[in-house]
């Protein structure tokens, strides 16, 4: 009889276990990490934590993509399809490198933290989706509500441009507001201003025409 009552019993735990084991998976408990994003494209020598990419590979937080010369990597968010893509650039100090984080805000915040270069981001109209974009620069932050632009680091300098929409940059000093064709430019001294100059995107028309990033037109130039 005892034999049994243990053997009942080491079910029911195998299967409390299987069932906690099941909805951590499926849920992104505690611990837990879960697909975020996906490199929907990828050109040239691309890494994901150090090893070779490959299209279409699932990103989670944490991991860090790194683009080379003459490369980039194009990454789509699974949910609400927010799109930024990194890129070497010519005097930048080495390659271009991106962490994505945690999303922040009860989930509602993609995070992705720009550690070197070059990236372009672009966010759908506020209407097809319920989540915003922000890009960490370290002492700056580019809170990204609907628009399409670039953040470029390159050491302590960081340059955000927008093509278009309007997006908030928060800095040591205060935050700053950036609208279509500007472009803020600041040194990474924390007793710097940072100035606002006229941003000429046709002259960087190649780096928007990537995937689909260039293929939905429909930005509310107003939609802060």
């Not at 790194?66 to 949910?79: P, V, W």
């Not at 093509?163 to 990474?188: K, T």
Request: glycine residues 12%.
């Amino acid at each position: 009889m005892n034999s049994k009552k243990t053997a009942f019993v080491s079910v029911v735990v195998v299967a409390v276990i299987a069932g906690v084991f099941f909805f951590l998976k499926n849920a992104g408990g505690p611990g837990v990490a879960v697909d975020l994003a996906v490199l929907a494209e990828i050109s040239g020598t691309v890494s994901v934590n150090l090893a070779p990419a490959k299209k279409d590979m699932f990103l989670k937080g944490g991991d860090i993509v790194e683009a080379g010369k003459d490369s980039f990597a194009r990454i789509r968010f699974l949910k609400d399809s927010h799109e930024i893509t990194l890129y070497s650039v010519a005097g930048n100090t080495g390659n271009s490198r991106c962490e994505i984080k945690p999303p922040g805000g009860e989930g509602k915040t993609f995070i992705v933290n720009l550690l070197s270069g070059l990236l372009t981001f672009f966010v759908p109209p506020k209407e097809k989706r319920d989540t915003t974009l922000e890009i960490d620069a370290g002492e700056a932050v580019v809170s990204i509500h609907q628009t399409e632009g670039k953040v470029l680091k390159n050491g302590d300098n960081l340059v955000v441009a927008l093509r278009r929409g309007r997006v908030g940059v928060r800095l040591p000093g205060g935050e700053n507001i950036v609208n279509a064709n500007e472009q803020l430019v600041w040194s990474g001294k924390k007793d710097a201003r940072a100035e606002i100059k006229a941003y000429d995107h046709v002259a960087e028309i190649n780096l928007y025409h990537k995937g689909s990033i260039d293929s939905n037109s429909s930005i509310d130039a107003g939609g802060y």
